[in-house]
């Protein structure tokens, strides 16, 4: 089997090696920090298995799926994410992604995705299984799923810092932009997704999680 890590943070790649290397010991483990090097070596080498952080240096967003498609149709992604679970993950499975998994889910969960996506080729948890039986009972799906996948990857990095409470002086330190740039993204989230304010913003995202 032949993995590909698509992470930017060096202790996470390390740990995903090592709990890789316990499920399955013949493994081979490829990895890089930018999405433009999945890229390459996705072009120069074929793949089983890739494990993507979406928020990721030359990341393309839901884009991504389709990118890497292009490149390899038949390879399985497993989205490794410390972005919400339940707001983001039915987007991207939708997108093309064979599984979502929280970067807070346990060694022993990730084992299971793990062999989950190399068996059934597919995974999600259990909260976002529920998720998923709920939209597609209220045919919901489609509507979810606009807002999330019309945000480019800063503005929903900007989302996600809101919803954590975040003021534009934060933000923009974290990323390492200037305000008036966090202002602008912050615009462009109200109108994407239809509010005025951080306050309607966390509403509506609430309201995502429990389609």
Not at 78 to 84: A, E, F, K, R
Not at 176 to 189: G, P, Q
Request: proline share 3%; net charge neutral.
């Amino acid at each position: 089997m032949k993995i590909l890590i698509v992470e930017d943070h060096p202790l996470i790649r390390m740990g995903l090696k090592l709990l890789i290397s316990e499920s399955e010991s013949k493994a081979t483990v490829t990895q890089c920090d930018t999405f433009p090097e999945g890229l390459i070596l996705l072009d120069q080498e074929k793949f089983d298995l890739l494990i993507l952080d979406i928020d990721i240096p030359g990341g393309e967003n839901i884009k991504m799926m389709n990118m890497i498609r292009s490149k390899q149709p038949d390879i399985i992604i497993l989205i490794h994410s410390g972005y919400d679970e339940q707001v983001y993950a039915l987007p991207y499975i939708k997108a093309g992604a064979n599984g979502f998994l929280s970067k807070q889910a346990s060694q022993d969960e990730f084992k299971t995705a793990l062999k989950a996506v190399m068996s059934k080729g597919k995974y999600v948890s259990y909260q976002v299984q529920q998720i998923l039986l709920n939209t597609i009972k209220d045919n919901n799906f489609g509507k979810v799923m606009n807002p999330i996948t019309s945000l480019s990857p800063n503005e929903m990095r900007v989302m996600q810092l809101l919803t954590e409470g975040k003021w534009t002086k934060e933000i923009a330190a974290i990323m390492n932009v200037k305000e008036n740039t966090v202002s602008t993204y912050k615009r462009r989230i109200f109108n994407k997704l239809d509010v005025v304010d951080s306050i309607e913003l966390s509403k509506k995202v609430s309201l995502l999680k429990q389609f």
